[in-house]
């Protein structure tokens, strides 16, 4: 159910979710399973309705007030459900009216800024569905009426959840429907028997061989990762190699013309090489044939066992193969040894990951928002003055995918530039293993020379992407902006590139995971279930990251060093460098853009800016209406960045105080841990509020100490980002925070990852900051010695309250000497 959008259906206890989520269930209740726990752990369920696939997740009550402990932990779970949903279901019923848990849950539900419906239950007698109306009052929108119990208005809600699901390329089911036909195939002697052995070997929930439609012909069943696999032809191709093996030349042909047999009824073929003869002609033979055939391909080497490694030998080996043909470039491949056993099933794995691959299908709009940005980046070819113009595109079949371009000519389409068509959507979509067919056609209605001929316009690519058509394009071959590392603030960045229009580049530090993304189009630790736009071209190479002339940082602090002095060789003069990094380095005591600038000594001053404020990557991404601001850097360096990201989505500010704006991001991830804690202790609202009041006092006297305009500290990057951060189910701080307040070791709760939660490494740096300028700090220094374990977090609370008498506005010094930059 990876890669699938999440609907939750949450509510306060009673309400009818259970019924309403095996109402939905039901459709598919093969699939609905119940993950076991201590506690009430959600259940999840694929629902499939008017062609869209969807989790349905169900949530256990919502009582914040419940004081069992079971009760506390429901709680938890159902934060974390809503914060992974698309959309939520806020489910209510209908004949006891609105309660005042029922308002509390759909706060909770709107502030997690998710499309959020309510189904009013319970409407058993259809001529009551006026009791509905009253949760109009939730101000959620139009609320539908339901009875879970009897089944009517399901459909209706159904309807309603798939209309507000994100668009995106969602997976091919892969559970149960059809085994996947593989064909084991290659030359005489490369140990097409030995492996079919050890994979029905391997697996003990072998069927009996089941009889094909010629005598000649039997399969035999294997399950493998859960699912039924079908190795064809096993019989032909064990008596094969018995008899024939050793005896010359014709039997290749032969190898070839059985092979084509089994092909032509498989998704799949297995191609095994011998990895000490490497790759022949016969296997080039053999690759041309299922590229014919048109099913997907998998390679195994074999006897990788009896091949000599030393550094570099796999790499080096498989490009060499990879190099033998063109689709060889996009199939997996697998070094195996079908003698020892070694990594055969891995031939299983990628055979089923082949076919879910070849059987993808790509919406429409995505497929043209994929083409338009292949014209950006490379200007489609003319002759003779005639330039062509390919309008739209469509997927017609899958397995293999086959793609029709309408053209405005399709003599102009060279073969080079259909090659990097094609290059460009597997890099877009993936289609592993899989051949591909593109197919050019005339639109009709179009004359040769790229005039509409009669009044049916062509359709328009159904989301335009600033402005750039095909016929139009600049033939820029160049990105404009690179977003340098891959966690949830860069993908939202990029994705928010994008959707403006801007083709980014997004750097990830390592290949697999720039390789993961590429090919599911989607950051699954970071961001998931957002489908990346066609337009972000990953990359981990980082001279390619480089090229461009602006980039946008959005590092961990704590790496912008090693990262910077990595990249300090290719950084050009004129780069401008927005970092978006919450943080000071621990070992320095450094802001992030003096750390930029320590490293890159000689780049010009102006170029150097930050981004900062109240941005969740989780909301940016969503097109949430966000503001954010731009601080350091030149006027017209400023200008230009706020032109690039500024939108009715996301507000640009900027500022002339880069001292501020970074300290007012770094300092409250530190405050916002604080907040974390103290719900975690069980605290409320009175507490938090006084720990985002008397926090921000103490980062404003860090901050007019070190030359910050302490006006700064009520802005977008003090305030502002101190509330949401405080205050968000999305922020990593406030999460780790009350993990460790309800009782959890901070060293463990820190270590879980992958997400950094700037806060922890930032508190030890303010203490000592404090230290160094005099400047009391004593909630960082209460988080920190908590964070440290050195007290606990009630003993943080009780030395906090425990201090001093004082004014409210003592020690509000405003006015410090200036820091030096
Ligand atoms: N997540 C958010 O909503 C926002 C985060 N930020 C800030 O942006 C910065 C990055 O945060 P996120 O993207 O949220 O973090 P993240 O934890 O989601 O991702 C961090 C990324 O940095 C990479 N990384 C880790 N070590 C690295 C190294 N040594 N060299 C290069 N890359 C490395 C990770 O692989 C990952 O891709 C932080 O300073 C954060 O405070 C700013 C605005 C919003
Ligand atoms: O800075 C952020 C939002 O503005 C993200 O906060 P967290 O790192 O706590 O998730």
């Not at 031939?347 to 429409?364: D, F, H, I, K």
């Not at 990830?508 to 998931?528: D, F, V």
């Not at 007290?791 to 003592?810: C, F, H, K, N, Q």
Request: aromatic residues 4%; glycine residues 10%.
């Amino acid at each position: 159910m990876k890669g699938l959008p999440r609907v939750a259906i949450v509510g306060r206890p009673n309400v009818g979710k259970s019924t309403l989520f095996n109402r939905m269930a039901r459709r598919r209740a093969a699939l609905v399973h119940d993950e076991p726990g201590v506690t009430r752990d959600p259940l999840e369920a694929e629902v499939e309705w008017a062609g869209r696939r969807f989790v349905v997740v169900d949530t256990g009550g919502y009582d914040p007030r419940g004081e069992a402990p079971v009760a506390v932990q429901v709680v938890g779970k159902v934060h974390e459900a809503i914060a992974r949903a698309d959309v939520l279901v806020l489910v209510v019923d209908a004949q006891q009216g609105l309660t005042g848990l029922d308002a509390e849950a759909a706060e909770q539900a709107r502030r997690a800024g998710r499309r959020v419906l309510v189904a009013a239950n319970k409407v058993d007698d259809p001529a009551r569905s006026d009791l509905a109306a009253e949760f109009y009052r939730l101000g959620l929108g139009d609320p539908v009426a339901l009875s879970a119990e009897h089944g009517r208005g399901v459909g209706d809600l159904l309807d309603a959840i798939v209309a507000r699901l994100p668009e995106g390329v969602e997976p091919p089911p892969d559970q149960g429907l059809e085994p996947v036909r593989v064909a084991v195939i290659g030359r005489p002697n490369v140990g097409k028997s030995s492996l079919i052995n050890r994979l029905l070997g391997y697996e003990r929930l072998i069927t009996s061989p089941e009889a094909g439609t010629t005598r000649d012909v039997v399969d035999s069943r294997c399950r493998h990762e859960g699912r039924d696999f079908v190795l064809l032809d096993t019989a032909g191709i064990r008596r094969r190699s018995r008899v024939l093996a050793g005896t010359g030349g014709d039997l290749e042909r032969v190898s070839v013309s059985k092979a084509l047999a089994s092909l032509k009824r498989a998704h799949v073929a297995l191609l095994l090489i011998d990895a000490m003869e490497g790759f022949t002609d016969q296997d080039r033979r053999l690759v041309r044939q299922v590229e014919q055939v048109g099913c997907g391909l998998v390679l195994v080497v074999n006897k990788w066992d009896l091949v000599e490694k030393q550094t570099g030998t796999l790499e080096r080996y498989e490009k060499g193969v990879r190099s033998a043909y063109p689709l060889l470039e996009w199939v997996p491949m697998v070094f195996a040894s079908a003698a020892t056993g070694q990594r055969v099933r891995q031939a299983l794995t990628a055979a089923g990951y082949v076919y879910e691959q070849a059987g993808m299908r790509v919406p429409t709009a995505t497929l043209n928002a994929s083409l338009q940005a292949a014209a950006a980046l490379r200007q489609p070819p003319s002759h003779k003055g005639r330039r062509l113009k390919i309008l739209y595109g469509t997927q017609v079949a899958i397995r293999p995918p086959q793609i029709v371009l309408f053209v405005n000519d399709p003599d102009l389409v060279h073969f080079s530039y259909q090659r990097f068509l094609e290059r460009h959507l597997r890099a877009q979509f993936g289609f592993a293993g899989s051949p591909m067919r593109l197919i050019v056609r005339a639109r009709e209605g179009w004359d040769r020379r790229g005039a509409p001929a009669g009044p049916a316009a062509p359709p328009r690519p159904t989301r335009p992407q600033g402005g750039i058509t095909m016929a139009e394009s600049p033939g820029r071959s160049r990105w404009t902006v690179a977003v340098i590392g891959a966690g949830s603030w860069g993908t939202a960045l990029a994705m928010h590139l994008a959707d403006r229009g801007t083709a980014p580049l997004l750097w990830a530090r390592r290949p697999e995971r720039a390789g993961e993304i590429a090919r599911l189009r989607e950051n699954t630790p970071y961001l998931p279930g957002i489908t990346l736009s066609p337009l972000i071209h990953v990359t981990s190479d980082l001279e390619e990251a480089l090229e461009p002339p602006i980039l946008l940082l959005a590092l961990p602090a704590q790496t912008v060093r090693a990262w910077a002095e990595r990249a300090r060789g290719w950084i050009r003069p004129e780069h401008v460098v927005v970092h978006g990094s919450k943080g000071l380095e621990v070992g320095t005591l450094l802001r992030v853009s003096q750390v930029l600038r320590q490293v890159l000594p000689d780049h010009p001053e102006g170029r150097i800016l930050t981004l900062s404020g109240p941005n969740h990557a989780e909301e940016v991404v969503r097109g949430v209406p966000s503001t954010s601001v731009l601080a350091g850097g030149d006027p017209d360096v400023q200008a230009r960045v706020q032109q690039l990201l500024m939108d009715r989505r996301l507000r640009v500010y900027t500022s002339d105080d880069l001292v501020g704006v970074e300290l007012g991001g770094a300092l409250k991830n530190v405050i916002a841990l604080g907040c974390g804690i103290s719900d975690g202790l069980g605290y409320g609202d009175n507490t938090r509020a006084a720990l985002i009041t008397r926090g921000l006092a103490e980062i404003r006297r860090l901050g007019a100490q070190m030359g910050a305009h302490p006006f700064t500290f009520s802005g977008l990057s003090g305030l502002g980002d101190l509330v949401a951060t405080a205050t968000s189910l999305h922020s990593r701080n406030l999460r780790a925070g009350r993990a460790i307040g309800a009782g959890r070791r901070p060293s463990e709760v820190l270590r879980e990852g992958p997400m950094v939660v700037e806060g922890a490494p930032t508190a030890h740096a303010a203490v000592r900051l404090g230290e160094q300028r005099g400047v009391e700090l004593p909630i960082a220094t209460a988080v920190h010695r908590v964070l440290s374990e050195e007290i606990t977090p009630r003993e943080a609370v009780d030395s906090l309250m425990g201090r001093d008498p004082r004014g409210e506005l003592e020690a509000l010094d405003l006015a410090g000497p200036k820091d030096d930059l």
